[in-house]
Nanobody, 112 residues
Framework: VQLQESGPGLVKPSQTLSLTCAVSDGSITTNNYYWNWIRQPPGKGLEWIGYISYSGSTHYNPDLKSRTSISRDNAKNIAYLQMNSLKSEDTAVYYC?????WGQGTQVTVSS
């Protein structure tokens, strides 16, 4: 499995972030696979955001749950992350992860 994140790079405060995680060499519906979103703010540790499972169920970090939505497109083999009401503290590198496999990450900067 290979993962490739993509996103807008720069987002203004209060706007909504939309990221994609393209899955290749594997299926997003493979049994017992969980597609996680994780982020790392500059100078800080990793923060788990949430996941969408092989069955389509989702689970979120309670601290981010109210602003976050993870979904998927089975036909396109893509997982999505949406986060609204962005703040400067949401500036981070965002990663897609499945078990021990990580994407290369995509930088998101929240700034006016």
């Amino acid at each position: 499995v290979q993962l490739q994140e993509s996103g807008p790079g720069l987002v203004k405060p209060s706007q909504t972030l939309s990221l994609t995680c393209a899955v290749s060499d594997g299926s997003i519906t493979t049994n017992n696979y969980y597609w996680n979103w994780i982020r790392q703010p500059p100078g800080k540790g990793l923060e788990w955001i949430g996941y969408i499972s092989y069955s389509g169920s989702t689970h979120y970090n309670p601290d981010l749950k109210s602003r976050t939505s993870i979904s998927r497109d089975n036909a396109k083999n893509i997982a999505y992350l949406q986060m609204n009401s962005l703040k400067s503290e949401d500036t981070a590198v965002y990663y897609c992860k499945q078990r021990t496999i990580w994407g290369q990450g995509t930088q998101v900067t929240v700034s006016s």
